[in-house]
């Protein structure tokens, strides 16, 4: 990426330098043309050799300040690698200065911890997706994210397999089928530790109960990957299964990967016609 991978900042036009300048008055600065990383080294050569320079300094203090100075690096590195990952995903409608400025330094203040290259794209999507459209991701989120790791981040990615759309963006997953799910990669037991993290309520109990969403209209348009099915439900209940993401969930499934799922589209079909709810692919 170089050594500074806002470089190329101009190619994302006036939304990303917009987006840039607001971070920027948030959190101090972000970039500069002439490389503030370049700039850094030679501010922190400059402590140190004045530092040095001091008899009274004693070697833990010299220890001091470089650890501090290499932790702030490291730091500046993690922001700037999500902000680059964040630019191309700027939606041509994007407002990013309309991102509050507290929400910006809340975001940052867990993201200069984050080196894993997979977490920060996961904190890029954020970052854009705010940006996109303001309050998409709440304060109790963000907060969340401090002790969200990699492995529960790569647990929660397959719920998202399980997702259909547009009319409704949440798992179908239904426990008196466990078999299809953990054949798949997800456990039960992993939907339990979902459970106590916060991000879903999973009703354990089995069978066709769970939790349902109460439609406004009988006929409901459900997407799968290519495949769009047309639901026929009299009841106006439809059957979620046993899965419910909480607000939390809801919000961080928006910016989760996910996979089409092998047979998954015959699954739904069948269980929706167990459901009653006479589906039709069109």
């Given at each position: 990426m170089?050594?500074?991978p806002l470089?190329?900042i101009?190619?994302?036009?006036?939304l990303?330098?917009?987006?840039?300048?607001?971070?920027?008055?948030?959190i101090?600065?972000?970039?500069?043309?002439?490389?503030i990383?370049?700039?850094?080294?030679?501010?922190?050569?400059?402590?140190?050799?004045?530092?040095?320079s001091?008899?009274?300094?004693?070697?833990?203090?010299?220890?001091?300040v470089?650890?501090?100075?290499?932790?702030?690096a490291q730091?500046q590195?993690n922001?700037e690698?999500?902000v680059?990952?964040?630019l191309p995903?700027?939606?041509?409608?994007?407002?990013?200065?309309?991102?509050?400025?507290?929400w910006?330094r809340?975001?940052?203040?867990?993201?200069?911890?984050v080196?894993?290259?997979?977490?920060?794209?996961l904190?890029?999507?954020?970052?854009a997706g705010?940006?996109?459209?303001?309050?998409?991701?709440?304060?109790?989120?963000?907060?969340?994210?401090a002790?969200?790791?990699?492995k529960?981040?790569e647990k929660?990615?397959l719920i998202?397999?399980f997702c259909?759309?547009?009319?409704?963006?949440?798992?179908?997953?239904?426990?008196d089928?466990n078999?299809?799910y953990?054949?798949?990669g997800l456990a039960f037991?992993d939907?339990?530790?979902?459970?106590?993290?916060?991000?879903?309520n999973?009703d354990s109990?089995?069978g066709?109960?769970?939790?349902?969403?109460?439609?406004?209209?009988?006929?409901v348009?459900?997407h799968y990957?290519?495949t769009i099915?047309?639901l026929s439900?009299d009841?106006?209940?439809?059957?979620?299964?046993?899965?419910l993401?909480?607000?939390?969930?809801r919000e961080?499934?928006?910016?989760?990967n996910?996979k089409?799922?092998?047979?998954?589209v015959?699954f739904l079909?069948e269980?929706?016609t167990?459901?009653?709810?006479?589906p039709?692919?069109?």
């Amino acid at each position: 990426m170089g050594d500074n991978p806002l470089i190329n900042i101009g190619d994302f036009g006036k939304l990303g330098d917009t987006l840039i300048k607001k971070i920027s008055g948030a959190i101090g600065v972000l970039y500069e043309p002439t490389n503030i990383r370049r700039t850094a080294k030679a501010n922190a050569k400059a402590a140190v050799i004045e530092a040095n320079s001091q008899i009274e300094v004693t070697d833990l203090q010299r220890r001091a300040v470089n650890r501090f100075l290499q932790e702030e690096a490291q730091n500046q590195t993690n922001i700037e690698n999500v902000v680059t990952k964040a630019l191309p995903m700027l939606d041509d409608e994007a407002e990013p200065d309309a991102v509050e400025s507290d929400w910006i330094r809340n975001f940052f203040d867990k993201t200069k911890l984050v080196s894993d290259s997979e977490m920060q794209s996961l904190y890029a999507r954020i970052l854009a997706g705010e940006a996109n459209k303001q309050g998409s991701f709440s304060k109790k989120t963000l907060n969340f994210l401090a002790s969200f790791d990699k492995k529960d981040a790569e647990k929660f990615s397959l719920i998202k397999n399980f997702c259909a759309s547009p009319q409704m963006n949440i798992p179908l997953i239904y426990k008196d089928k466990n078999d299809f799910y953990r054949n798949n990669g997800l456990a039960f037991s992993d939907l339990k530790e979902l459970d106590s993290l916060g991000l879903i309520n999973f009703d354990s109990v089995g069978g066709f109960g769970g939790f349902s969403l109460f439609l406004q209209n009988t006929n409901v348009e459900l997407h799968y990957c290519d495949t769009i099915f047309v639901l026929s439900i009299d009841s106006k209940e439809f059957n979620l299964g046993h899965v419910l993401p909480t607000e939390i969930g809801r919000e961080l499934l928006m910016v989760s990967n996910s996979k089409p799922i092998q047979g998954f589209v015959e699954f739904l079909e069948e269980r929706f016609t167990e459901l009653g709810y006479d589906p039709k692919r069109v």
